[in-house]
């Protein structure tokens, strides 16, 4: 796997984060930029961290399902994309004063990042079954989503929550013509 696909799963990984931080960021009437910091570490951190224990996941199961990996592979990136376009059509109302918390709170933000991340643990285990070195992609995928993140909060700041949805639809395709990828390379 190359360094351009790695920045697209990175890529498409992020923007679960942010939708989360546009949508965040939109509803703050007052916004500092420590809070704009706080939400990028806690999702560039939970989606570097998750493709890690997917990986070591997948590497103690890799001899059972040695003659299967590609299929495995493509299923998690398909079930994972299709469950992002599914969401991408959702649209939810994240409003801190109608809600009670505010996802800037450090528990809000820790349910918040784990819930943007799950995807990131599938798409782990897919990476130890294609028997590639995980570093490379979980510091990318960590810096990816860091920035995203962080321009998400700016962008659902200034603009009220324009773009989630429709990112979120952008993400589930680049993961599931990923799985495809993947696949035809195994079968032929």
């Not at 351009?4 to 965040?24: K, N």
């Not at 059972?64 to 299929?71: A, G, K, P, Q, R």
């Not at 943007?116 to 995980?134: E, P, Q």
């Amino acid at each position: 796997m190359n360094y351009l696909e790695i920045f697209l799963i990175a890529l498409s990984l992020s923007l679960d984060a942010f939708a989360v931080s546009i949508s965040s960021g939109g509803t703050m009437k007052f916004l500092r930029i420590s809070q704009w910091f706080k939400m990028a570490f806690f999702f560039g951190a939970f989606q570097a961290l998750m493709p890690l224990i997917g990986w070591l996941a997948g590497i103690s199961m890799l001899k059972y399902i040695s003659s299967l990996d590609h299929w495995v592979a493509f299923i998690l990136l398909f079930a994972v994309g299709a469950k992002m376009i599914y969401e991408g059509f959702k649209i939810e109302d994240m409003n801190c004063e109608k809600k009670g918390s505010c996802p800037f709170n450090t528990m809000t933000l820790l349910i918040l990042s784990l819930a943007t991340s799950i995807d990131a643990l599938a798409v782990g285990i897919t990476f130890s079954l294609i028997k590639i070195s995980i570093i490379s992609p979980i510091i990318i995928i960590g810096i990816v989503t860091f920035l995203m993140s962080l321009s998400g909060v700016k962008i659902g700041y200034a603009g009220k929550n324009f773009f989630e949805n429709k990112m979120e639809i952008i993400a589930g395709c680049i993961l599931i013509i990923l799985g495809f990828k993947i696949l035809i390379q195994h079968i032929i």
